[in-house]
């Protein structure tokens, strides 16, 4: 059973930066998709950001060009660094460990509020 613990969001103005960092319990990062996903109320869950084990990322659409995601792999962890951050991306963020296409894991997710 694979844990996630995510941190880092809070409060911030618009046009601010935030880090968010994902550390899995056990299995290795580098060897699975590692995803961001977001959900703001009222709406769908969505995909921002997803890095696989071959290191490709992918972005989603509202976020390309402003938010990068990376692998500390000594520390079993991935971020999200958010730069220019704008008040629709105001939501709760989670983490997901999928190892393979038919099982996943979630973390708890963590708050990031924007203000304008």
């Known amino acids: 059973q694979v844990q996630l613990a995510e941190s880092g969001g809070g409060l911030v103005q618009a046009g601010g930066s935030l880090r968010l960092s994902c550390a899995a319990s056990?299995?290795?990062?580098?060897?699975?998709?590692m995803a961001w996903y977001r959900q703001a109320a009222g709406k769908q869950r969505e995909l921002v950001a997803a890095?696989?084990?071959?290191?490709?990322?992918k972005y989603g659409d509202a976020v390309k060009g402003r938010f990068t995601i990376s692998r500390e792999l000594h520390k079993n962890t991935v971020h999200l660094q958010m730069n220019s951050l704008e008040p629709e991306d105001t939501a709760v963020y989670y983490c997901?460990?999928?190892?393979?296409?038919?099982?996943?894991?979630w973390g708890p997710g963590t708050q990031v509020t924007v203000s304008s």
């Open positions: 056990s299995g290795a990062v580098s060897f699975v998709v």
């Open positions: 997901k460990y999928q190892p393979n296409s038919a099982s996943d894991y």
């Open positions: 890095i696989y084990a071959n290191g490709l990322k």
